[in-house]
């Protein structure tokens, strides 16, 4: 409710299990973006991606923030790997035909607790069903990650950098102008 009126898009990247309607209804009018992480549509496989079955729960919040928020308020996330490629393909597809924005992130092994494996290719991945390529990520140009104890990273994956481990300030001990022109943020 803090940042509300500020000219600012604030983006909630969830599995989308806690995004009830009562929640949905909360915070509609504070101009939330959610990023739905969704990477397969199969029963069998949402369990072995996710760790638990979650994917009628999911659906049906998604559905709800469909109906209840904006176009531009709702998009798709999903980790491409060796082992969901197949599946990214079909969320892309459903996305298509959904009227939702769907993006893809490379899945990056440090950090998770999974056992995918990585796609390595030296040339970008076509998206398997909107064209245009996946390129070198761009988050750290516009995006900023805020923890729940503060730090402020300016990606998610930040930490995993060996010499970009440490966040770029901690809401509360600096303001986010002096974050960002800071001779560290430079280096990041």
């Not at 979650?54 to 491409?80: A, G, K």
């Not at 939702?100 to 076509?126: A, K, L, M, N, R």
Request: charge should be negative; glycine fraction near 6%.
């Amino acid at each position: 409710r803090g940042i509300a009126d500020l000219p600012v898009r604030t983006t909630i990247v969830t599995n989308g299990v806690l995004c009830t309607p009562e929640f949905v209804d909360q915070v509609r009018a504070l101009h939330i973006h959610f990023v739905v992480s969704i990477d397969t549509l199969d029963p069998a496989r949402w369990r072995w991606v996710r760790g638990k079955d979650s994917m009628d729960v999911v659906l049906r919040n998604f559905d709800y923030i469909q109906q209840t928020l904006r176009p531009d308020q709702l998009s798709v996330q999903s980790v491409l790997s060796e082992e969901t490629r197949d599946d990214v393909a079909a969320v892309g597809r459903w996305c298509v035909e959904k009227g939702t924005y769907h993006s893809i992130q490379h899945y990056v092994q440090g950090g998770f607790d999974g056992s995918w494996t990585p796609i390595t290719t030296s040339q970008p991945e076509p998206h398997p069903t909107l064209g245009p390529e996946i390129g070198p990520c761009v988050a750290a140009d516009r995006n900023l990650s805020i923890m729940p104890d503060g730090s402020v990273f300016t990606c998610f994956q930040q930490p995993l950098m060996p010499s970009s481990a440490r966040p770029i300030g901690r809401l509360g001990e600096a303001s986010i102008t002096e974050m960002l022109n800071s001779a560290y943020t430079a280096t990041v």
